[in-house]
């Protein structure tokens, strides 16, 4: 079993759904960063089978909202000293604005770059959507 | 909440409540037009076309100029300082400046929501894209209940272009909010309702939405039927117009099925979808329903400015 050391201080994305993690670590530029990251892939989870572990030795700002678009089972622990100091569950957003663009091609927001959309949480057929705020079309977020 | 001062973006913008005081005040307008005739004196209306429109644009100035009113703007976008790239925000806050109340018709689709978000006055849609053309549902909305007496209770069927119609989009959702409304829905496959719209309708209000691609099996068993032209300018490309252009052609043969009070409307203009000889027939009542957009359309402008309505004691 390989074994990773707990991090001092930082954040640790926990449950990630396996295959997730490096989506998750590209969308977060970890890539680019001057400190410690590790992404763990396939690890055991008695929950799940197999999970995606990110374990970022700062603090840096991590955007929850696309998180919960990427995979809304992750867990999002801050560590300080030692410690999880705070544990946030995310959750599919109700509102996402500036993450993705509207798919309609008639929509005024893929013309006009002054403002951009506001989606809101819309199920279609059993499926997660959001409806635009301008033309009211519906469109999914892939990654 | 009141009227005065508010956008109408979406029909269902406005309650029920507040939809019936522009019905209302559109009924004394019908019956004594002159009366009003300078309620809006000293007010502009700014009239933003982006796209061509004849009906529609003629339709609001005539409004305004029946009530006193004057009018600005242009019905072409290539004359505008918007062909030079101005966002619609720029142009909005500028132009609202200009006018008391302003029109937008605009080809993509959320651009007046876009502009009422930035406006200083009332802003009115008057068609955006395949989206929405509210005053047009308002029209609608006012000849049905002029002819039936109500808006409750009424089997709506909506012909032809029914993915890029936005009047029947606009109408369909309007008329959803109504007690007992129930539609059907005549189309070529390639036409359907878009699946979103239908969605949202049938959880929002629960309504029964039945669809088909045969208008004689129908005919006979609704209230309203609400004809659209198949437009050429929403196709991507001119085989499939062609293809699709003759499919849905109401003719007075196919009216002798149809019950005796049915409406037939159609928001103009027609090509051939409706033929020549059912315009003598009583239940065509298209050409009433244009010229109850000019009342509908002065009543909304009224009540959306607050001018006094109240004259010779009406």
Known sequence: MLTVNSINCGIVID???AGNGIKIFEKLKLDQVNFPVVLLINVPSSKHGRKDIIKIENKIDVDLTMLGLIDPNITVNIIENDKIVNKMNISIPKEVTGLFKCKNPRCVSNFDEYVS???KLAYANGKIHYRCSYCEELTSYTI | MGLKGRHLIDPNDFSLEELNEVFNLADKMVEDREAFGSICKGKILGTLFYEPSTRTRLSFESAM???GGTVLGFSDASTSSVSKGESIADTIRVLSTYADVVVMRHPKEGAPKLASEFSSVPVING???????????????LTIRRFKGTLENQKIAFCGDLKFGRTVHSL????SRYKGS???LVSPAELRLPEHLKLSLTEKYGVTIYETENLEEVINQVDVLYMTR???ERFFNEADYMRLKDSYILSRNKLKNAKEDMLVMHPLPRVNEISYDVDADKRAVYFKQAEYGIYVRMALMALLLGVNVN???K
Do not use: E
């Open chain 2, 182 to 184: 129930s539609f059907v």
């Open chain 1, 15 to 17: 449950h990630i759904t």
């Open chain 2, 65 to 67: 100029l029946r009530m």
């Open chain 2, 172 to 175: 369909i959702s309007a008329m």
């Open chain 1, 117 to 119: 959309p506001k989606f």
């Open chain 2, 311 to 313: 004259v010779n004691g």
């Open chain 2, 230 to 232: 198949i437009q050429k």
């Open chain 2, 127 to 141: 068609g955006d894209g395949g989206h929405q053309h509210p005053t047009q549902t308002l029209t609608d909305l």
